[in-house]
């Protein structure tokens, strides 16, 4: 059974910094992609970052270029995700969600979320 | 990077109703879409994927059709358990990213 279990949510001043994580277990981690996907209070889906199988290579949303890094340990079945600069507007659930392919895809097995809250 | 619009916004609708849902495409996609089932408080579920394809488990009474800028899910009989909010999702090939239409929610009438 796929598992995906995202942690590390928290409340963080503007301008700080969080990181989160999230272990998956139940599949070839390494032979797929992995997305951070988040959804503001009352709002749809925003898709975040990506990153390969491998941990070459890494996409991300404009929203966050700049100021969030995506890896993995592919090691530990565990994806990351580094948040600096912190704006109000990046408070939201984020969700930790495996991909299709080993690149992009769809995002087929999904964590529970976690709540980032950003605010003085 | 291409925009997915899902009309409508909201929809009411009665248990044993039949629906469809519209996600359409700033341009030509092939069949590379899918569809997601959110309840509150809940992540997203996957239900459809390359734009007519059910993932497995997902009840039959769910399908998606369409290719190239226009697609629908469509329930052909509704259950309770179905009203949430839907989303398409398409991941975009240059520049590489992943995009969501802004959701359709699924109330009951």
């Known amino acids: 059974e796929v598992q995906v279990l995202e942690s590390g949510g928290d409340l963080v001043q503007p301008g700080g910094s969080l990181r989160l994580s999230c272990v998956a277990s139940?599949?070839?981690?390494?032979?797929?992609?992995m997305s951070w996907v988040r959804q503001a209070p009352g709002k749809g889906l925003e898709w975040v970052s990506a990153?390969?199988?491998?941990?070459?290579?890494?996409y991300n949303a404009d929203s966050v270029k700049g100021r969030f890094t995506i890896s993995r340990d592919n090691s530990k079945n565990t994806l990351y995700l580094q948040m600096n600069s912190l704006r109000a507007e990046d408070t939201a659930v984020y969700y930790c969600?495996?991909?299709?392919?080993?690149?992009?895809?769809?995002?087929?097995?999904w964590g529970q979320g976690t709540l980032v809250t950003v605010s003085s | 990077a291409i925009q997915l619009t899902q009309s409508p916004s909201s929809l009411s609708a009665s248990v044993g109703d039949r629906v469809t849902l519209t996600c359409r495409a700033s341009?030509?996609?092939?069949?590379?879409l899918a569809w997601y089932q959110q309840k509150p408080g809940k992540a997203p579920k996957f239900l459809i994927y390359?734009?007519?394809s059910l993932e497995s488990g997902v009840p039959s009474r769910f399908s998606g059709s369409g290719s190239g800028t226009d697609f629908t899910l469509t329930i052909s009989s509704l259950q309770p358990e179905d009203f949430a909010t839907y989303y398409c999702?398409?991941?975009?090939?240059?520049?590489?990213?992943?995009?969501f239409g802004g959701g359709t929610k699924l109330e009951i009438k």
């Open positions: 969600a495996s991909l299709t392919g080993s690149f992009l895809g769809y995002c087929d097995y």
């Open positions: 139940g599949f070839t981690f390494s032979s797929y992609g």
């Open positions: 990153i390969s199988g491998s941990g070459d290579t890494t």
């Open positions: 341009q030509g996609i092939s069949s590379a």
């Open positions: 390359d734009a007519s």
């Open positions: 999702q398409h991941f975009n090939s240059y520049p590489q990213s992943l995009t």
